[in-house]
């Protein structure tokens, strides 16, 4: 067999290149209404519908019926409509008339597009590539006002990825482009709390998720960890044990806030019978989970000590190989509609690009959308242009799939530098920590109790001094108690996270060593041979 044919034969397995339906021209104009239910090529019969969650939903986003205006655009399908009924202005003053953009040249992936060398050829885009029969996508479009879902061009390939990756259990199940994590969850929490409420998350999570709900007057529960992420037990212990008198008169919670994959700061990822176990306390007690998992092709093989890989420890190579190692997500085992996927391109492609997308049932699309139309009204054009000529038009889905291995075998060794760099240079006999197992941050734990003045100065207080100590030094870290679900005021451990994603090798064994230089000076190891 040859290596097209052995090729070809896996891509129609995974369906990485999908066959499209039929999409009517009128689909692709400007502010083009779209849903994900237009460019879904799987079956979705057999599959049960996502359950109604309007006793969760709350009295703002109940009442907000979306804009006027953009639902009026529906009718700019019909080509002999004049459209003097919204301000979607002419092309003909937009001052870019192209956009061209470069791509680099790793080892991975193959575009779909290149060269006789196989070199990749510059992306472009004009005012008139639709007009013209170029492409369905093009700047007239972009540069325009669009739906609060995004472009209907790319919301199609959003669908399709969603599709090949995770296949959601549920048919009526919609996507819906963001600009990026941290707005999708502020308007999750919006749509979904009211001012008293708890939100569950691990006991160490995403400090902006913390900061993002607090003017809300909604606060975070911690659930207990060990190196899977968050316990089951605990998390049973807290809901079967919740007493609004205790909580300050706080309703028992029916959100759960996860980063399952390369949890930040922690770097624990979620095994599938840890998910599962989680899933069916879910069910048990009709929660509702955010699944924030931008580092989901984070995923790392196993640390190595050995400073070069061998044959017997290389990563995945090939998309086929990628999917099978990815642990499947909290919505690839969604039968019920119950999970809120929020997905990035920040941590794989680039994080000023400001686009994401969410997965949810319809109903809660829906109400999603109607709040984006008259808030953030979506993810900038010219982002959503560069993505589609990048993914859709030179790539495809397994040009971006291979891309991801790339990207994930670099992580991987990135993350071994450091973990060798931290067992030279860290004093092991206050210091520890477990390989990240996806994502890009390290997390470190320092036995403070060992510190000369543990009986005279708290935590927090030798978390700080070890933190400014470092800053002296040359190199900055970010202190666990900032991540502390409970308020660093309860803290009664020293953390801290580090990040192989920031830096050069050699600035991460440097900084690593000057922070090993801090705590050997705080904690009177100098002289100390180890």
């Not at 399709?160 to 296949?167: A, L, P």
């Not at 994959?261 to 306390?281: C, F, K, M, V, W």
């Not at 071994?416 to 390290?442: H, K």
Request: charged share 20%.
């Amino acid at each position: 067999m040859s290596t097209r044919q052995a090729s070809s034969e896996v891509d129609e397995l995974l369906n990485l290149e999908p066959k499209r339906k039929v999409v009517d021209p009128s689909q692709w104009a400007v502010a083009a209404p779209c849903s994900s239910e237009q460019f879904k090529t799987r079956r979705q019969q057999g599959k049960p519908i996502a359950r109604e969650w309007n006793h969760y939903l709350s009295s703002e986003s109940m009442s907000r019926t979306g804009s006027t205006l953009k639902s009026a655009f529906k009718h700019l399908k019909n080509p002999s409509v004049i459209s003097l009924g919204g301000g979607l202005p002419l092309s003909d003053y937009f001052p870019f008339e192209s956009l061209s953009l470069t791509i680099s040249s790793p080892e991975k992936p193959n575009p779909k597009n290149s060269d006789s060398n196989g070199a990749n050829s510059p992306l472009h885009a004009s005012k008139c590539d639709i007009s013209q029969g170029r492409s369905i996508y093009d700047l007239s479009v972009a540069l325009n006002y669009s739906q609060g879902s995004g472009s209907a061009q790319f919301l199609r390939w959003i669908t399709e990825h969603t599709e090949i990756v995770h296949d959601p259990p549920y048919a009526d199940w919609q996507c819906t482009m963001t600009v990026g994590n941290t707005s999708a969850l502020d308007m999750a929490l919006r749509m979904f709390t009211q001012p008293g409420d708890c939100v569950l998350s691990d006991e160490y999570t995403f400090a902006t998720a913390m900061e993002t709900a607090k003017p809300m007057g909604v606060k975070f529960e911690g659930v207990k960890m060990d190196k899977e992420g968050m316990r089951p037990d605990s998390l049973c212990q807290i809901l079967e044990g919740w007493d609004r008198n205790v909580h300050g008169g706080s309703r028992k919670p029916f959100l759960l806030y996860a980063i399952p994959t390369g949890q930040n700061p922690t770097g624990a990822t979620q095994s599938l019978e840890r998910r599962r176990d989680i899933y069916r306390i879910a069910q048990e007690h009709d929660l509702i989970i955010l699944e924030d998992d931008p580092y989901y092709f984070l995923q790392m093989n196993p640390f190595s000590a050995a400073e070069t890989r061998d044959s017997t420890r290389l990563g995945p190579q090939t998309p086929a190989e990628l999917l099978k190692v990815l642990v499947p997500s909290y919505l690839s085992i969604d039968t019920d509609g119950r999970v809120v996927r929020m997905d990035s391109f920040s941590k794989v492609v680039s994080p000023g690009i400001r686009l994401g997308w969410l997965t949810a049932p319809q109903q809660v699309i829906e109400q999603y959308k109607n709040h984006t139309d008259v808030s953030t009204q979506g993810p900038g054009g010219l982002s959503q242009l560069a993505l589609f000529k990048l993914l859709d038009e030179h790539w495809g889905h397994a040009g971006y799939l291979e891309w991801l291995t790339h990207i994930r075998n670099e992580y991987t060794d990135r993350r071994d530098f450091m973990i060798r760099a931290c067992e030279r240079y860290l004093p092991s006999v206050i210091t520890s920590w477990e390989p990240a197992q996806a994502g890009m941050f390290q997390w470190l734990a320092v036995d403070w109790t060992k510190h000369p003045d543990a009986n005279i100065k708290s935590a927090l207080q030798i978390e700080e001094e070890i933190w400014l100590k470092a800053i002296s030094n040359g190199a900055l870290v970010a202190c666990g108690s900032w991540f502390s679900a409970t308020g660093d005021s309860t803290c009664n451990e020293v953390f801290y996270r580090t990040t192989f994603a920031a830096a050069s090798l050699d600035q991460i064994e440097e900084a690593v060593m000057r922070f090993g230089e801090a705590l050997k000076t705080c904690f009177h190891l100098l002289d100390t041979v180890e």
